[in-house]
């Protein structure tokens, strides 16, 4: 089984300026500036650090101040290299009481302004651009576009070009648009073409709504690919390791945010920013169908 010290692990030193998820579950998926006080001596992966404009109590006299897992801390993002245009359905991160939350662009209004569905107060607030910034993720020491802006970057480029032709009978994993099962991989058999690049297809998991027989959909071909090729992991997974988990009849992208014992790892749902605890078993590497071949992050 593989040790999390032995995987990449973010370094911070006193003084350092950082963003803070907090470890409160009201505040899941925000991001606050703060400032890294020390080290913890037992533990080197755990940091003390104190909030800019959170503070202990109702009073406002003493910020606040946490030890948290090196996880729930990154360097402060840097400036996009270029003026972003914000846009409808874009996710977002909007500057709201005092820390950054994900959110998503529902109505654009006149005046460089923004309707954004918070999703951790459940609410529509109306920002100024300024106010807005696009999500990035810290991986291994660099900046990353979030999962949403990657997969809908290649849903645009795998629908402008040729895709691949699939005959019937044909066992494929479907991208379903759904809600509540977008960033899924569904396993299920292709029935007969019913259009320009479209496919008749019956998932193997997935019920109708009578619970009578397995759900048929029309599906974009860019929307299909053949299974991932089976890979097997010897040595188990790391710390930041990305995964599919199978959850809710489907495969999720994920990292691997800590190895417990017995071959068990708690696994980040990247879209989600939702943590649960799987078995090996139900893990898989993450490859990615591009150009025709699968490959995995490593080799991108």
């Known amino acids: 089984m593989s040790n999390p010290s032995s995987s990449w692990i973010a370094q911070f030193n006193p003084g350092d300026r950082v963003e803070i998820s907090p470890r409160d579950p009201g505040f899941r998926g925000s991001w606050y500036a703060g400032t890294v006080v020390r080290r913890e ?4 992966n755990r940091y003390v650090v104190e909030y800019d404009q959170l ?5 406002g006299e003493k910020l606040l101040q946490e030890t948290l897992d090196w996880i729930q801390l990154r360097p402060p993002p840097p400036p996009p290299e270029k003026k972003v245009q914000f846009k409808f359905e874009d996710e977002v991160e909007a500057f709201y009481s005092d820390g950054w939350w994900e959110g998503a662009i529902i109505t654009e209004h006149s005046g460089g302004k923004f309707a954004v569905f918070l999703r951790g107060f459940e609410e529509q607030i109306v920002f100024e651009e300024k106010d807005l910034r696009l999500p990035v993720q810290w991986v291994k020491g660099k900046w ?5 802006q990657v997969q809908r970057e290649k849903e645009n480029s795998n629908c402008s070009k040729e895709v691949m032709k699939f005959t019937q009978g044909m066992q494929v994993e479907v991208l379903t648009d759904e809600d509540g099962l977008k960033g899924a991989w569904f396993a299920a058999t292709i029935i007969e073409p019913s259009g320009e690049d479209k496919y008749l297809i019956e998932y193997k998991t997935l019920r109708n709504d009578d619970d009578t027989e397995f759900l048929r959909e029309d599906i974009r071909a860019c929307n299909i690919r053949p ?4 890979i097997i992991v010897v040595d188990g997974f790391k ?3 990305e995964v599919d988990a199978y959850y809710n009849e489907g495969w999720w992208v994920g990292v691997i945010a800590k190895v417990l014992i017995n ?3 708690v696994v980040n749902f990247i879209e989600y920013d939702e943590k649960t605890t799987f078995n090996q078993a139900d893990l898989r590497p993450h490859q990615d169908w591009l150009n025709g071949k699968w490959v995995v992050p490593s080799d991108v």
């Open 41 to 44: 001596a037992k533990n080197t």
């Open 55 to 59: 503070y202990e109590d109702e009073s």
């Open 227 to 230: 299974c991932p090729l089976e």
């Open 144 to 148: 990353e576009p979030r999962f949403e």
């Open 239 to 241: 710390v930041l390791d």
């Open 263 to 265: 071959s068990n790892y």
